[in-house]
């Protein structure tokens, strides 16, 4: 078996050896075995079923997502001169019944089918009538109910073992965080499978994750001076922001195509082509676009928008540099990112388990957004992988700087609560700073302790530190309103009870810092009768139980 298997890939394939884990899983699959296969993006899983597929006797069935990814993978195998087919609602019920017969007559070694396709009675029947060789369900994060590509049909898969217990099943997956891993197993009765995981390194991409400032003029910024004339991709989380991003790259020269659900099927497959054929196309897409594209050479995935999970932002980066060459995953998120992403899982409509899986796994997100340590680290310890410093990620590079945040927060955090609880992160930074806006006139009487406390930071330093508060879990947004609230965490920060570094500030703004903290603790309102602010926070942060020296901005000092 293992030289007819390497014999089939050198031969059918045209490729000298295989890779990885490759051999093993097509001599399992080949021999009969179930596998459950965990393996990045582009590492090269169509071939663990379709080598297994040409070895068996009999005709393997494909269960895919996508009817692009289908008809892609079987114009590829008729190059190859294999007998491969799809059943999808492209074809009218003539060419449906055509390949149907061909099934039966045994002419094929692949049929692609779409799941809800499979699940119907004629499809069953069909298969009761001629067994197949094979199940391979690709792309099978699909099945996971709290994952970004949830397909309702994949549940019904289970069914496959039931009625087809001696047909071998292979299950396929680039999405492999340790509750997705299981719930693929469960749901699709994998118990006794083998599992084979590969590692999900992807050494030639660069990880790269930026304080976003104004979104796309930094995305041009990036475009321009590291990727030229390149293929790209651009993630955005709606489809407005994809048609504005689109446009406005398009008027500075480059050559960006939108992508989302919303455009019509046409459009999006001509766009879809260009890109693939094309050279140094960027694609502005919603999520909707990517899975199974198979370009090598894409040499850059952004977003301009955070991710809402950390396995579906490694997906989607998955995508550059399948050719083995320096790529770029590059990021740019802010204060509103966070705001947004937490404030749709609260006022979604999911239920609560669902929506602390939701909050977990953007939290997940957030914390490799905000580490100080290597990206690659926390990438792959998230899908339970030790590392070691990837020397190839912006915080290996160029360590980041981390800074005593304790009173900024402490400050913030009070400017929260004397507010009342109820506001965005605008209106808080406005009364830090001191400004009188007519919101700030209005609710005076709440504010007045925390007015202008805060005139050390600029208004982006404000809003750096109020978002990893809010990623670290100190603040949460408020279900109804979206406003800021404090969480129970907050408490020994705003007792004096913790320190907190937080990531640093930019250099401009550090500066004014250091220069500012004096002026501004003495043109403090709170303390004016008192030593400055700054020196007594520091000589007293530990007594600060003590009533008499704690200024009257800070909550929870009882
Ligand atoms: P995945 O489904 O894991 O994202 P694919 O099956 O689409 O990846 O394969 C990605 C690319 O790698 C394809 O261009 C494929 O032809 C290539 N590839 C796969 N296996 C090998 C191999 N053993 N040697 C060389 N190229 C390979
Ligand atoms: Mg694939
Ligand atoms: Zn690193």
Redesign the pocket.
């Known amino acids: 078996m293992q030289t007819q298997a390497l014999e089939v890939l050198q031969k059918v394939f045209g490729y000298e050896q295989f890779r990885g884990r490759q051999a093993e899983i097509v001599a399992q699959v080949a021999g009969g075995g179930d596998a459950l296969v965990l393996m990045p993006?582009?590492g090269g899983?169509?071939l663990c079923f379709q080598i297994p597929a040409l070895l068996r006797p009999g005709c393997a069935v494909v269960i895919s997502p996508l009817i692009a990814?289908m008809q892609d993978?079987v114009e590829g195998l008729h190059q190859l001169g294999i007998a491969a087919a799809f059943l999808n609602s492209t074809l009218d019920a003539h060419a449906a019944r055509e390949v149907e017969q061909s099934y039966m007559r045994g002419e094929l070694k692949l049929l692609y089918v779409a799941p809800e396709r499979l699940l119907t009675p004629r499809f069953l029947a069909l298969l009761e009538h001629t067994p197949a060789s094979l199940f391979a369900i690709?792309?099978a994060h699909c099945v996971s109910q709290w994952g970004h590509d949830f397909r309702p049909e994949y549940i019904g898969l289970s069914l496959l073992h039931e009625r087809f217990p001696s047909v071998p099943r292979i299950a396929?997956t680039?999405t492999a965080d340790a509750a997705t891993r299981r719930e693929i197993v469960t749901r699709l009765a994998l118990e006794n499978a083998a599992q084979f995981v590969s590692s999900f390194d992807r050494p030639n991409i660069r990880y790269r994750i930026i304080e976003k400032d104004n979104a796309r003029k930094q995305l041009l910024a990036f475009i321009e001076r590291e990727h030229h004339g390149d293929a790209g991709i651009v993630y955005c989380l709606s489809r407005k922001r994809v048609e504005e991003t689109a446009a406005f790259l398009s008027a500075n020269g480059i050559t960006a195509l939108p992508y989302h659900a919303g455009i019509a099927a046409e459009i999006k497959a001509g766009n879809q082509t260009r890109f693939l054929r094309e050279d140094g196309i960027v694609m502005v897409a919603t999520i909707a676009f990517g899975?199974?594209i198979?370009k090598p050479d894409v040499r850059f995935v952004a977003h301009i928008d955070l991710p809402k999970s950390l396995e579906g932002y490694y997906q989607e980066t998955g995508r550059a540099g399948r050719d083995g060459l320096p790529s770029n995953a590059w990021l740019a998120y802010g204060l509103n990112d966070v705001m947004q992403l937490k404030e749709m899982i609260e006022s979604g409509g999911s239920p609560d388990a669902q929506k602390q899986v939701e909050r977990d796994k953007l939290n997940a997100m957030l914390g490799l957004a905000e580490t100080v340590a290597c990206r690659r680290q926390v990438i792959l310890g998230y899908f339970g992988e030790n590392a070691v410093p990837c020397g190839n990620c912006d915080n290996c590079l160029v360590p980041p700087t981390t800074w005593d945040a304790t009173d900024a927060a402490r400050k913030a955090l009070s400017c929260v609560f004397r507010t009342g609880q109820r506001f965005g992160a605008g209106h808080v930074i406005d009364v830090l700073l001191g400004k009188t806006t007519e919101k700030v006139k209005q609710h005076f009487h709440h504010t007045v302790t925390t007015f202008g406390i805060g005139k050390e930071l600029p208004e982006a330093g404000w809003r750096s530190v109020l978002r990893q508060l809010l990623a670290a879990g100190f603040l949460q947004t408020d279900t109804e309103f979206g406003g800021l609230q404090l969480t129970p965490a907050a408490r020994p920060l705003l007792k004096g009870e913790m320190q907190l570094r937080l990531r640093g500030l930019p250099e401009k703004q550090r500066d004014k810092t250091d220069r500012d903290k004096k002026r501004s603790a003495a043109s403090l309102d709170i303390a004016a009768t008192d030593e400055p602010l700054w020196q007594r926070l520091r000589s007293t942060r530990r007594a600060l139980a003590d009533e008499q020296s704690v200024p009257a901005y800070l909550i929870f000092t009882d």
């Open positions: 993006t582009g899983k169509s990814l993978q690709d792309e396929l680039a899975m199974g198979d």
